[in-house]
C-alpha cells in the first residue's frame, strides 16, 4: 500500500508525445508575442519592423547627384546641337555671300563670263511691244486734243464762256450785262451788241446775271451755259 506509484506515460496527442517546457537559458530574452500576432520588441527595444526599416535617408545624396548628372547631360546635348545649328547656319550664310563674288582666278575681277547670270525671264513679244506704243501714243494724242485748259482754273472749279441772247418787248431798255460770282470774287462786263453779249470765261459756278439798263433785272447763269432772255417777266432759258 505504501509502495511507490506506477508510473505511468505521458499521453500522446495526435501521434505526438507532449514535450516539457524547457526552462529560459541564462540571459537569454523569452520570445513573447504581441496582440495581434505581432512579436514584441527584443532586446533593445527594437522590433522586428524597426529591425527590417530601409534607410532612406542614406540613399538621398545618391538620388539628387544622379538627378544632377541627367540634367547636366541634357544641357550638353542641348548646348551641342545649338551649337551645331549655329555653325550651319554660319556656313550656309557664307556660301551664298560668296556666291554673287567674283572669283579673282577667272581674271577681269571675275566678270569674262556672266551669260549664266542673265536674267532668263519672259521677253515681251516685239509685236506686242510695238501695239502697247501705238495704244499709249493714241490716248495721249486724245487727252491732249480734249484737254480744256479752263478745267484748272479757279482753283479746280473750272470755266466756260456764257452767251446771252436777248429778244422780246423790253430789250431795247438794256444796253450790256454783268457777271458776278461771289464764290470766287469774279466780276465781268459785256455789251449787249445785235441782241447778244459774250463773255468768253465764266467760273463753272452760280453766278448772278444782271442786265443794266434804266430798271437793272437779275437772273442767274453759270461758266458754259447759252441762254435767251425775256423781259416781261424776265426769263432766261438754256439754248
Known amino acids: 500500500m505504501g509502495g511507490r506509484a506506477p508510473e505511468v506515460e505521458a499521453p500522446r496527442v495526435a501521434g505526438r508525445g ?36 530601409v534607410d532612406f535617408g542614406s540613399n538621398a545624396a545618391p538620388s539628387s547627384a544622379n538627378s544632377l548628372s541627367v540634367v547636366s547631360i541634357v544641357f550638353g546635348l542641348i548646348f551641342m546641337l545649338g551649337a551645331a545649328a549655329m555653325a550651319a547656319v554660319a556656313m550656309l550664310a557664307v556660301g551664298w555671300y560668296g556666291m554673287g563674288r567674283p572669283n579673282p582666278l577667272d581674271g577681269n575681277d571675275g566678270l ?51 452767251t446771252v441772247y436777248t429778244q422780246g418787248a423790253g430789250k ?14 469774279f466780276r465781268k462786263r459785256a455789251p449787249l451788241v445785235k441782241d447778244k ?9 452760280r453766278c448772278r446775271l444782271v442786265f443794266q439798263g ?7 447763269v ?14 432766261c432759258r438754256q439754248i
Open 18 to 53: 507532449l514535450k516539457r517546457p524547457q526552462a529560459p537559458q541564462p540571459g537569454a530574452y523569452p520570445p513573447t508575442h504581441a496582440p495581434g500576432g505581432m512579436q514584441s520588441p527584443g532586446p533593445g527595444g527594437a522590433t522586428p519592423f524597426a529591425r527590417n526599416q
Open 112 to 162: 569674262a563670263d556672266k551669260t549664266h547670270l542673265r536674267d532668263t525671264g519672259a521677253v515681251a513679244d516685239p509685236e506686242i511691244r510695238k501695239l502697247r506704243q501705238q495704244q499709249r501714243a493714241r490716248a495721249t494724242k486724245n487727252a491732249e486734243d480734249n484737254y480744256d485748259p479752263m478745267s484748272d482754273m479757279f482753283g479746280g472749279l473750272g470755266a466756260g464762256p456764257v
Open 172 to 185: 431795247e431798255r438794256y444796253r450790256g450785262i454783268e457777271i458776278v460770282c461771289g464764290q470766287v470774287s
Open 197 to 205: 453779249a459774250h463773255i468768253p470765261i465764266v467760273p463753272a459756278a
Open 214 to 220: 434804266a430798271v437793272p433785272v437779275k437772273s442767274w
Open 222 to 235: 453759270t461758266g458754259g451755259d447759252t441762254v435767251r432772255c425775256t423781259f416781261e417777266p424776265i426769263v
